[in-house]
T-cell receptor, first 115, second 114 residues
């Protein structure tokens, strides 16, 4: 069964508004979670590493003020897309691993469409 | 950064045929992972490889970790329609560490004709 749950599975918002996406680890604690973005017909690109109790680590080229990450507990990380624009429309996927250095399990993704 | 070259980009096969896809890198990987992604969903782990030369099976799927540690292949035998999807190879940067970040290949889109 699923080990990582992501919500919502899809969202449509107007340009300029903010959208929050939740990622939960099920039946295990995740001190680290990862947020990926995937454009149509492309591969997954790591956006940031979410660290429980400390600031997220962003990959080069990803704006930390636009993509706010909060890892408030050992089972929940949230990604907020602030002041969304149409170019932010994408498939956002979170992931976590049960144990240190074990393979990542992915959520089912969130399809964001900004109109 | 490390890059993974995955081929082929896409495959169109008939049900029952065997499939092979591979991944190469100019850098050494200590772990190779193979994921499958169905449309509109997140990737699902198929096989994880940890040692050079390792050959691992998961049902009709078989994957091998190349001896040079710079390549891996995935085979699917006797394909069925539900095998349709995008297959990604992936691996963590050298050293791994507590941040298990993954680099992904560009994916192989598999279409199976019934």
């Amino acid at each position: 069964g699923a080990v990582v749950s992501q919500h919502p599975s899809w969202v449509i918002c107007k340009s300029g508004t903010s959208v929050k996406i939740e990622c939960r680890s099920l039946d295990f604690q995740a001190t680290t979670m990862f947020w990926y973005r995937q454009f149509p017909k492309q591969s997954l690109m790591l956006m940031a590493t979410s660290n429980e109790g400390s600031k997220a680590t962003y990959e080069q080229g990803v704006e930390k003020d636009k993509f706010l990450i909060n890892h408030a507990s050992l089972t929940l990380s949230t990604l907020t897309v602030t002041s969304a624009h149409p170019e932010d429309s994408s498939f956002y996927i979170c992931s976590a691993n049960r144990e240190l250095n074990s393979p990542l399990h992915f959520g089912n993704g969130t399809r964001l469409t900004v109109t | 950064g490390q890059q993974l070259n995955q081929s082929p980009q896409s495959m169109f096969i008939q049900e029952g045929e065997d499939v092979s896809m591979n991944c190469t890198s100019s850098s050494i990987f200590n772990t190779w992972l193979w994921y499958k992604q169905d449309p509109g969903e997140g990737p699902v782990l198929l096989i994880a490889l940890y040692k050079a030369g390792e050959l691992t099976s998961n049902g009709r799927l078989t994957a091998q970790f190349g001896i040079t540690r710079k390549d891996s292949f995935l085979n699917i035998s006797a394909s069925i329609p539900s095998d349709v999807g995008i297959y990604f190879c992936a691996g963590p940067p050298r050293g791994g560490g507590s941040n298990y970040k993954l680099t992904f290949g560009k994916g192989t889109l598999l279409t199976v004709n019934p």
